[in-house]
């Protein structure tokens, strides 16, 4: 596997590995689908423990937008079942989707999961890979701090609306400040256009025009 980190826009690096449900190949299995890769810091955490319940609790949502969710951490593959198993027990939520034991580390370090200051384990990551296995979008949160699985999701249907439509998403849409649910559109490319845009769209200016999804 490749040890640089990727970039955005970059093809996500390929890497094979064991998972709670057999061998998979990353990007290549996921070829024509969206997938989130998400590490955490270890098995049998409380943190972690809510987050794992949390992206089950939205796996439906995900998937009915074409995307997987993969989990990640430096734990041994039997640690993974029996935490999982611990999981459907305890809370009655099943993990549908799988997750990967990197217990040698490898694919953490490659990905700079591995921070200082933060011992052996790998921090919380979020990789957002779209269905040609280019990276899309990163974050990172520090192991105190669980990620919030709405805004992920989030982040998958705005890249997929801006992809489809040729348009940016704005703060916290759907529900902006400014502009509500609705979308801002490419900045013209000359004066005709920008002179043209206040009769096409919704403006704040002729650089700043927004419209309906679906029109």
Known sequence: MDSSMPMLGERFPQFEARTTQGRLVLPGDMAGRWFVLFSHPADFTPVCTTEFVAFQKRYGEFRSLGCELVGLSIDQVWSHMKWLEWIREKTG??????????DMGEIAKALSLIHPGKGTNSVRGVFIVDPKGILRAM??????????????????QGLQIGDKNGVSIPANWPRNEMIGGNVIVPPPQDEAAARERPRQYE???WWFCHRRMGE
């Not at 939520?93 to 990197?102: G, L, Q, T, W």
């Not at 974050?139 to 998958?156: A, D, K, S, W």
């Open 93 to 102: 939520v099943d993990i549908r989707f799988p997750v990967i034991a990197d």
């Open 139 to 156: 974050v990172f949160y520090p192991q105190e701090l669980g990620r919030n699985t709405e805004e992920i999701l989030r982040m998958v």
């Open 203 to 205: 403006c704040l200016d």
